[in-house]
């Protein structure tokens, strides 16, 4: 049985790590891609992970295959195809936050018929995220992975992370990314996104809106604030952990991969009979590795082990 099954985009984060002597920006080539990182992160804390989606048949397709596979993920749900690897140009500013370029490849190529249905009968949670919406056929792939997951009996997990580079207007974005939230049972997304999913800002009044929906647990992240969580009729927070931050990519991924894999200690039911009293250590994990990988710069390269988080 498989813990975490992630569906979506691994892709090559360039990004920024400062600038030469004539002042040009130096670039990483990191590993990274949401769902992706969301894989990896889930592993490196002890939990079985497998990934679904498409590489290129080029160099940095065969690095990534490598990266994942180095960190136990189960890539027999892995394809390739003749489109280029994906590319995110990332640009950190002064004080870490990011900014987007991407050069769409391989990732929005997966197909319906490249789901492979015996990775989504073996895992307890299905997770993707909202880049996957942006291009066709990718977005039918996804969508038709999350509706079969949950008729085998998987939970599933999304995170709606808005890039606006990647929609050709917010309009479009708000409607493609609201679209599944029926079939969710657990939500992250940061204080920014809130509106763009609930039609509000308000934390209360949002997370409300999205558990009418059928969302059994949402989790909104507030940056060092830490989360904001509503667990079916209760809500709460989390306190976020004090940190320098180096870069931000990835933290979100950090925290979700975190949450899962402690949830899915819980059985093969994770979200039965859960309490905020049992879930507010889960937060408080998860918060921690989101602040250890903003320690550090890239995606997948600075997310914490299991090992790590316990000397912290």
């Given at each position: ?169 917010r309009a479009q974005a708000e409607t493609q990314m609201r679209q599944p939230l029926p079939l969710v049972d657990v939500l992250k997304l940061s204080q920014e ?104 710069s890239g995606a997948i390269p600075a997310l914490p082990t299991l090992a790590e988080l316990e000397e912290a």
């Amino acid at each position: 049985m498989t813990d975490i099954t992630a569906i979506g985009e691994v892709l090559i984060d360039l990004t920024q790590t400062g600038t030469g002597p004539a002042g040009v920006p130096l670039f990483a080539a990191n590993p990274g891609g949401a769902p992706a990182n969301v894989a990896v992160a889930a592993a490196r804390l002890g939990a079985r992970t497998a990934f679904l989606g498409k590489v290129g048949r080029d160099g940095l397709g065969a690095y990534l295959t490598g990266v994942l596979a180095e960190n136990g993920v189960d890539l027999s749900g892995l394809r390739t195809g003749s489109a280029a690897t994906t590319l995110a140009v990332v640009t950190v500013d002064a004080a870490g936050e990011r900014d987007f370029t991407f050069l769409r490849g391989a990732d929005g190529q997966l197909t319906q018929e490249e789901v492979d249905s015996q990775v989504l009968a073996r895992t307890k949670f299905l997770h993707f995220g909202s880049v996957s919406l942006t291009a066709s056929p990718a977005r039918e792939a996804v969508l038709h992975a999350v509706r079969e997951a949950r008729r085998l009996g998987a939970l599933v997990s999304y995170d709606p992370n808005y890039r606006p580079a990647l929609w050709p207007d917010r309009a479009q974005a708000e409607t493609q990314m609201r679209q599944p939230l029926p079939l969710v049972d657990v939500l992250k997304l940061s204080q920014e996104e809130l509106p763009l999913l609930s039609g509000t800002e308000d934390l209360e009044d949002g997370a409300a809106r999205l558990r009418d929906l059928g969302v059994s647990l949402v989790l909104v992240t507030l940056g060092g604030g830490g989360v904001f969580y509503r667990l079916d009729g209760a809500a709460g927070r989390a306190p976020g952990v004090p940190v320098r931050v180096a870069d931000t990519n990835g933290a979100g991924d950090a925290f979700l991969g975190a949450a899962l894999s402690r949830l899915c200690r819980r059985g093969d039911h994770p979200l039965e009979g859960l309490t905020p009293a049992g879930l507010e250590p889960i937060l408080a994990f998860a918060n921690r590795a989101a602040a250890l990988t903003c320690s550090r710069s890239g995606a997948i390269p600075a997310l914490p082990t299991l090992a790590e988080l316990e000397e912290a």
